[in-house]
């Protein structure tokens, strides 16, 4: 790319990342962690941010996570990454990445790139309203833990 070309931008949201609409709103969290998340759109709908304010095993963890494909015209990338990617930044210092997929009712979240032993996978009710989910760590490490629509 030449210094006075604009580099490539996607057109509109894939489906991918549209997908995530389902998550839009506020969420009770219970189980293995206690609390509440909020799911919002930034601007033009390429990425969706989610607020974090959860408790577990004595920590309170307040954070973001921003969802969407990674791209980055600058450093030549032809196009958005084929998964869907996000990174979280907590109140402790610690940003994890993280990839999503949405089949069906079923939402799969893995620590770092997909097919990762570390991962969630949930499955939403009939209404959508209530996510029942299992954390699975490496080792036989996890929690199960439930979401439940507030708004």
């Known amino acids: ?3 006075n070309q ?9 489906a ?7 998550l839009v ?9 206690e609390g509440t998340v909020t799911y919002e759109w930034a ?16 920590m309170d963890i307040r954070g973001l996570e921003v969802i969407g494909h990674l791209f980055n015209p600058f450093a030549g990338d032809a196009g958005p990454s084929e998964d869907v990617w996000s990174r979280f930044y907590d109140n402790h210092g610690n940003t994890l990445d993280y990839v999503h ?8 979240i893995w620590g770092g790139e997909k097919g990762s032993p570390a991962y969630m996978r949930g499955t939403f009710d009939a209404d959508g309203d209530v996510m029942e989910s299992e954390w ?7 929690y199960k833990s439930s979401m439940t629509r507030i708004n």
């Open 43 to 58: 601007a033009g709908k390429f990425f969706l941010l989610q607020h974090i304010d959860l408790h577990q095993d004595g």
């Open 136 to 142: 699975v760590y490496p080792g036989g490490g996890g």
């Open 25 to 33: 709103g506020s969420w009770r969290v219970s189980g293995g962690v």
């Open 101 to 108: 997929e949405i089949d069906g009712d079923t939402l799969t």
């Open 6 to 14: 604009t580099p490539p931008t996607p057109s509109e949201p894939s």
């Open 16 to 22: 991918k990342v549209r997908a995530l609409d389902c």
């Open 1 to 3: 790319m030449s210094e």
